[in-house]
């Protein structure tokens, strides 16, 4: 079976530019998760998507946004770029109906604000 | 919120030795998970372990939900056993993980 697929993997963006990065689950997964790492904050969770469903969110401000589609594949949007942006974003399916349930992660996408 | 804590923050060993790592947590989960990120940041599933012991080749893993926390052990450690080992717990079915700071462990030849 195979696993969590990000695209794409690097992306270089613009401060004030916006960015849209995608994750397909794992097949029958219904459930992805965003998180976001730096050396700083360390790994935080951005949202939980369920059913085409925001279940839950974390404390990110409104730029963060994100949707997930029929076929469970989730994209996620940073609008007005900032610096501090600049982090490893990755993505996790479980196929949990209900809470995290075990989380299997993609590979990632590196974004690099500048 | 909850507050995961992981010791040592950073090991050094040579291969072949023995080491614990361990991850305490302040409140009841429902939920914990062992990782190894790899060079490349990809996070690898180690264990799904919110109670109990398992074990898988040279790993093996134990969680005491009461006392509130788990330890990962690697023996024999290898070369390719390098990385970060992030524990994250889950509390009360919330639907997200919260990570500790994780252990970076570099294995020397």
């Known amino acids: 079976k195979a696993g969590v697929t990000q695209t794409p993997r690097y992306l270089i963006k613009t401060r004030g530019q916006q960015v849209t990065l995608s994750c397909s689950p794992i097949?029958?997964?219904?459930?992805v998760s965003w998180y976001q790492q730096t050396p700083g904050q360390g790994l935080q969770f951005l949202f939980e998507y369920f059913s085409e469903t925001q279940r839950n969110k974390g404390n990110f401000p409104g730029r963060f946004s994100g949707r997930q589609f029929s076929n469970s594949r989730s994209e996620m949007n940073v609008s007005t770029l900032e610096l501090g942006d600049s982090a490893l974003y990755l993505c996790?399916?479980?196929?949990?109906?209900?809470?995290?349930?075990?989380?299997?992660f993609g590979p990632g996408t590196r974004l690099t604000v500048t | 919120g909850i507050q995961v804590e992981q010791s040592p923050p950073d090991l050094i060993l040579q291969e072949g030795a023995n080491s614990t790592l361990r991850c305490n947590f302040s409140d009841s989960v429902n939920n914990l998970q062992w990782f190894h990120q790899n060079p490349w940041g990809q996070l690898i599933n180690l264990f799904y372990i919110p109670s109990g012991t398992k074990q898988n080749g040279r790993l093996s893993a134990t969680t005491v939900a009461t006392e509130r926390y788990s330890l990962l052990y690697i023996s024999s450690s290898q070369t390719t056993d390098s990385g970060v080992y992030f524990c994250a717990v889950e509390r009360g079915g919330q639907g997200n993980l919260i990570f500790g700071k994780g252990t970076k462990l570099s294995v020397k030849p």
């Open positions: 996790a399916s479980s196929w949990a109906g209900t809470g995290a349930g075990e989380q299997y």
């Open positions: 097949s029958g997964h219904r459930s």
